[in-house]
């Protein structure tokens, strides 16, 4: 007689097949469930699965992953036919990955490959989507490059089925954070291998064609759409060059009504040169300019320096400080007046970009008329390094109204050193003594703290002791670190009801107007008006409300522009091919076709955004009524709601800023801008910087905040 031990195994084999019998009946059962999240449901009940929605329900799934886990991979394995049931699994999976652990642990198993064929099946087509596009955005880079290697087959589906809008919307959003996890690194690719098998052209080209379809809910299509792009142009530069459709959608974009769009795609034309962008040159060669060797001015140059005022141009002044020098260099250094020798430089260097240099001067022995070395035969070298030589010689006359000039050698020297801590650590000094000198706050411009450094700039234009020459000096450093502070904070992408939209828009507001400053009153042949003019351009582009296609509005900037390069090019220096100029010129040559064929799309986004276009909603069929709702909705232990949809961070809502709004965060005595501005006491409408720049200010404002005071 069998033991006992046969007949308990007799017994479990018979439970076995009893409960495999109930499991196929029950899997029989789905056939004739209504829609997916009916079938997710009664496959979550066959396999006994906790609440997939709970924390608590997850981490019941944890405990239990293997055998679970096996039981459903078995189920999906042992029915290659059964799609409806195959997709219930997979919609299982899905919700699964909300947990990055079980992720992992899913993605270990390669749950990817029993996710990828049912793409190609139409009854399962738009459930594998969904579940890709909430994956990538829910998942670490490990998994989202995993998915990234599939890229040229979402484009396939997108390309091949035009028609089918959901397809485009979940492929769209699925690439959109695939690819961020491939593309995010720099110098290189994060993933590079992964990268070069994607085809960026087809990507690019489908997921643009995808946006000029009509699309009954545009927003979320068009919210990753312009991610994709964006975020590809830094390595994907060929792929854009390809097909120019691309580039064009960004710079349509600069003009969207919608901040955050535009920020985005102020991000992405930024960068699309980001890697073949040169830097700046060094500047020209002054002994050549006061040899003579750059020859005669070209005559629609001179003009323009005549209209200006030729004795004020930097060409002029340049020349006119070496002569300058030359006329003294010579005494100075036979009679050791290093002290005469060191005011000359001082105050040269307020009036022009000046500095002694080797080789600048052949000095010849007054006597024997035979060339001398370089320090003209003195025991100290008479350029850069004796600076603090000339300095002393000035302290040692101790003539109190000279002191500005021996601490100004003393920071030039630790400026052409390269020792710029050290000099904004002197420069601040200096300002305790004399706050009214501008060159002081000029080195402080200079600094790595850009906060402090745009603060010093504003503050350094409204001293008295400032110079046409520090002036754009100054003006030139507010615009630069404005512009780069804006753009900074804008990149970062914060929530459409941050306050900080508000912070950078106010940034690029203000760098956009000492922009227009600098350009309607600089000379014509300061070296940094290429520079200025191109951020000019750029900030009209994405500031101003009216801009026609043809560009006509900036027609006179672009002028300027191009005459600022011939004037850096008769010095020497040919344009320099910058990240900022390659932007400034993608924008400007691909204005007028990307207004032609995206302005639309822009204007379509902008209505979903604020609710007033017309959206027709669709049928989606009926697999996927509530399925969108059940993968979005997980609970918290007490019962409350966490959205964990694929939507694109700082893509909904609309960023509305107004003038008075941008107006807050200037100071209202230097224009500095800021988000720590201090309110006026009196009135709370006046704000300032600091102490400094609100006692510089009262007695012009003293008068309206009595008045304040009055009507309080």
């Known amino acids: 007689m069998p033991g006992p031990g046969n007949r308990k195994q007799v017994k479990s084999k018979s439970a076995t097949r009893s409960h495999e019998s109930e499991g196929q009946v029950r899997f029989a059962g789905i056939d004739n469930a209504e829609g997916w999240s009916a079938v997710v449901n009664l496959l979550c009940d066959v396999f006994k699965l906790p609440d997939l929605t ?47 652990m079980l992720r992992d642990r899913l993605f270990e198993k390669g749950v990817l490959g029993m996710i990828t064929p049912l793409l190609e099946i139409d009854d399962t087509r738009h459930l594998a989507l ?99 792009v964006c975020m590809s142009s830094p390595h994907a530069v060929d792929a854009f060059k390809a097909y120019p459709p691309a580039i064009d959608f960004m710079v349509a974009g600069l003009r969207s009504n919608d901040w955050v769009t535009r920020s985005i795609c102020l991000g992405g034309v930024l960068r699309l040169h980001q890697f073949e962008a040169e830097e700046n040159p060094p500047i020209f060669d002054r002994k050549k300019l006061l040899s003579g060797e750059y020859g005669r001015l070209p005559d629609h140059l001179v003009a323009l320096e005549m209209e200006y005022g030729h004795e004020r141009c930097d060409m002029y002044l340049m020349a006119k400080a070496l002569a300058e020098t030359a006329s003294i260099l010579i005494p100075c250094v036979a009679t050791g007046d290093f002290y005469t020798l060191g005011l000359k430089q001082a105050e040269l260097m307020l009036q022009t970009d000046f500095i002694l240099v080797p080789g600048i001067f052949e000095i010849r022995d007054p006597v024997t008329g035979s060339s001398m070395n370089e320090n003209a035969g003195v025991s100290f070298p008479l350029w850069a390094a004796s600076l603090s030589n000339y300095s002393s010689a000035i302290r040692r006359s101790g003539k109190p109204n000279e002191a500005d000039f021996a601490d100004i050698l003393d920071l030039k020297k630790l400026i052409v050193t390269s020792c710029i801590p050290d000099a904004v650590a002197l420069a601040h000094k200096c300002i305790e003594r004399n706050p009214q000198q501008a060159f002081f706050y000029y080195v402080i411009s200079l600094g790595d703290d850009h906060v402090q450094a745009l603060r010093a700039a504003k503050k350094g234009l409204k001293c008295k002791l400032l110079t046409p020459f520090l002036k754009w000096q100054l003006m030139l450093q507010a615009v630069i670190l404005a512009a780069n502070m804006g753009v900074s904070i804008i990149q970062s992408m914060p929530d459409s009801r941050d306050k900080r939209w508000q912070e950078g828009i106010a940034f690029l507001s203000s760098a956009y107007d000492d922009a227009k400053l600098f350009m309607e009153g600089a000379p014509p042949d300061n070296h940094y008006m290429d520079v200025v003019a191109c951020w000019y351009i750029l900030l009209h582009m994405i500031l101003l409300k009216d801009l026609s296609s043809d560009l006509h509005e900036i027609k006179r900037n672009l002028e300027r522009l191009h005459a600022a390069d011939e004037f850096n090019i008769f010095m020497g220096i040919p344009p320099p091919k910058t990240d900022l100029r390659l932007a400034q010129q993608t924008a400007v040559e691909h204005y007028p076709a990307a207004i032609k064929e995206f302005s639309r799309v822009f204007q379509v986004l902008y209505q979903a955004k604020i609710g007033e276009g017309h959206v027709v909603r669709l049928d989606r069929g009926k697999l996927e009524d509530d399925l969108t709702a059940w993968f979005n909705d997980m609970k918290f232990d007490d019962g409350t709601m966490m959205h964990v949809g694929a939507g694109c961070s ?20 230097c224009s500095n801008t800021s988000a720590i501005l201090s309110k006026c006491g009196g009135c709370s409408e006046a704000r300032y910087c600091d102490r400094a720049c609100q006692k510089l200010h009262w007695e012009e404002h003293k008068k309206t905040c009595k008045r304040q005071n009055v009507r309080k």
């Not at 019941?60 to 036919?81: G, T």
């Open 54 to 100: 709970s924390r608590k329900g997850l981490k019941q799934v944890h405990a239990k992953f293997d055998p679970l886990f096996a039981k459903i991979e078995h189920a999906y394995k042992s029915n290659p036919q059964n799609y409806k049931l195959r997709g219930g699994i997979i919609g299982i999976f899905s919700k699964m990955c909300v947990d990055s």
């Open 130 to 228: 969904h579940c890709l596009s909430i994956i990538t955005h829910h998942s670490g880079s490990k998994a989202r490059v995993e998915i990234a290697k599939n890229a040229n087959v979402l484009a396939r589906l997108i390309q091949d089925l035009p028609e089918d809008e959901k397809v485009a919307e979940l492929a769209v959003s699925t690439l959109a954070h695939a690819l961020a996890a491939v593309t995010g690194g720099l110098p290189e690719p994060t993933d590079p291998v992964v990268f070069k098998s994607i085809d960026m052209v087809e990507v690019l080209k489908s997921t643009l064609e995808a946006v000029k379809r009509p699309h009954s809910d545009p927003q979320v299509l068009m919210d990753h759409a312009i991610k994709v």
């Open 650 to 669: 700082g893509g909904s809502g609309q960023v509305k800023v107004t003038f008075d709004q941008v107006t807050l965060y200037r100071c209202s005595w």
